[in-house]
């Protein structure tokens, strides 16, 4: 009787259907760690054929990111029959660098013997990139908000250049940088401060307006960048014992008036991207305002206006970052910020008040980032895990803003919008009154939005239906009096239209 064997044939054989056609990346290694099997989807990721991966060592791909220790702590790990799992670095055929989640285990007989090891990986580069480009933007936002307190706190002009200096070299990670003061009387650009050169390059510098790449930035009042400085290296052959290779030279206004100019150097050839040029601009404004504050300290508008704009293109840069992260965001956030504020204003809310709800607004879901993209643009209803899961947004968003002294006034958005009136909602299951008022407001916003647009798992209502169900859950999910403001606000105004 082969029953038994016929089945368990069958059933190896549709196991192996499923790993054929599994979305993740699948290989087995012998006990030597070569490669004799590796699905299509590994193929695709790694760019690799299998009869160029078959009896090679996963390694092929390592990116050299990671060190040997890294390896042998992963080897040790499985070959005593132990599951390894981490975050893999890799590097695919046509030499990109990409990011995977690995569990890495050993295939074991029925008697516990170890025949094989098994490596299942999931390419997490999007969600990787996200997160940096989050992490890129605070930290940008900390050193633009640190020198904003240097510029306010010292009248020292060396002392605040000195910060600005620091913080471009750390931000845009360049290997020299000096600042360019500009002197009306004799209509000539001099050094102020400088970092990270290894001669005295540039410290005795006086150009006049016009002159060199400096005085070209200044007298043109646009960035002047070069990639090659190998030409220049006769009319400045300091240039060339540094090593200097790339270069941007960007001028310094602040009101209407020539500052002075900042300098950026690279021993390599460098090509920025429009937001390492953003963060440059913030900068070069900071610089420009430090200037001028130490010149004319009473003037501090406009200060604030160019720091107000970084402060905000780096929150819509969280937004950016977490679209990428969450499809179901796309859009939403800028949507909901502008009908908040309407029914914000509507309910007495003004001044800075109204401009911290706009920010948390802006960043109700910005916790979405700690959670599982897979949960997030799950094509269906999520089970009582996922469901618990995306929950803990709120928290998350709370503890990312919590430590930004600017941001706390915004806080009781992120933390509290999915509160409910009844008491129902969370994280902390407040009720009525007890839930801030901004929070109360955006709630409604919040799931007219949702509910009025495409989501993975269902297709948009249809307003009547929204409204109703807004109607219908006052006094339950939603603040009375707010439904009313919102109708009075929104629906009106449409009727009328």
């Known amino acids: ?37 590796a699905n299509p989807f590994f193929e695709k990721v790694s760019g690799y054929q299998m009869d160029e991966l078959y009896g090679g060592n996963p390694r092929l791909l390592k990116s050299g990111y990671q060190d040997d220790a890294f390896y042998k702590v992963l080897w040790d790990t499985i070959s005593s029959g132990k599951t390894w799992q981490g975050r893999l670095l890799n590097r695919n055929k046509r030499g990109e660098i990409y990011y995977e989640d690995a569990v890495i285990f050993p295939v074991k007989t029925a ?12 390419e997490v580069s999007a969600e990787v990139d996200a997160q940096n480009q989050i992490e890129r933007q605070l930290s940008r936002l900390e050193a633009l908000h640190l020198i904003d307190v240097t510029i306010l706190s010292s009248m020292d002009i060396k002392l605040t250049l000195d910060v600005v200096l620091g913080e471009a070299q750390k931000e845009l990670g360049l290997d020299a940088v000096d600042l ?20 005295d390059a540039l410290q005795h510098t006086s150009l006049r307006l016009g002159e060199g790449l400096a005085g070209k930035a200044a007298l043109n009042r646009e960035i002047v960048q070069v990639k090659d400085l190998k030409d220049f290296y006769e009319k400045a052959p300091q240039l060339a014992v540094e090593g200097f290779k790339s270069y941007f030279g960007v001028p310094l206004v602040a009101r209407g008036e020539i500052k002075g100019v900042l300098e950026i150097f690279f021993r390599r050839e460098f090509t920025p991207d429009d937001e390492w040029l953003g963060f440059l601009n913030a900068i070069a404004g900071q610089a420009a305002i430090a200037i001028e504050s130490a010149q004319l300290f009473n003037d501090l508008n406009q200060k604030n206006i160019d720091l107000s704009a970084a402060y905000e293109s780096t929150l819509e840069g969280w937004v950016r970052g977490l679209e990428m992260h969450d499809v179901e965001t796309e859009g939403h956030s800028r949507r909901v910020v502008k009908m908040s504020v309407r029914l914000a204003q509507r309910m007495g809310i003004t001044g800075e008040s109204l401009e911290h709800m706009r920010r948390g607004a802006l960043l109700h879901d910005i916790g979405k980032l700690g959670v599982s993209k897979a949960i997030l643009n799950k094509n269906g209803p999520l089970n009582v895990e996922e469901r618990a899961a995306v929950e803990q947004h709120t928290i998350y968003g709370r503890d990312m803003l919590a430590e930004i002294a600017y941001l706390q006034p915004a806080l009781d958005i992120p933390y509290s919008h999915h509160e409910k009136w009844d008491g129902t909602g969370y994280p902390l299951g407040l009720k009525g009154t007890a839930i801030p008022f901004v929070a109360r407001i955006f709630a409604i916003i919040d799931v007219y939005d949702a509910l009025s647009y495409d989501r993975p798992y269902r297709k948009a209502w249809d307003n009547e239906k929204v409204l109703d169900y807004l109607q219908e859950n006052s006094g339950t999910h939603f603040d009375p009096s707010v439904v009313d403001a919102f109708f009075a606000e929104f629906v009106f105004e449409q009727d009328t239209d």
């Not at 064997?5 to 290989?27: D, H, I, K, P």
């Not at 360019?180 to 050169?197: E, H, I, K, P």
């Open 1 to 37: 009787d082969i029953t038994e064997q016929v089945e368990n044939t069958r059933a190896l054989a549709r196991l192996g259907q499923v790993v054929e056609q599994a979305q993740v990346s699948v290989c087995i290694t012998d006990l030597e760690g070569s490669i004799i099997y």
């Open 111 to 122: 008697s516990g013997e170890i025949i094989n090891y098994a490596t299942v990986k999931r």
């Open 180 to 199: 360019l003061g500009f002197d009306v009387a004799a209509q000539s650009l001099s050094c102020l401060s400088r970092l990270g050169f290894e001669t």
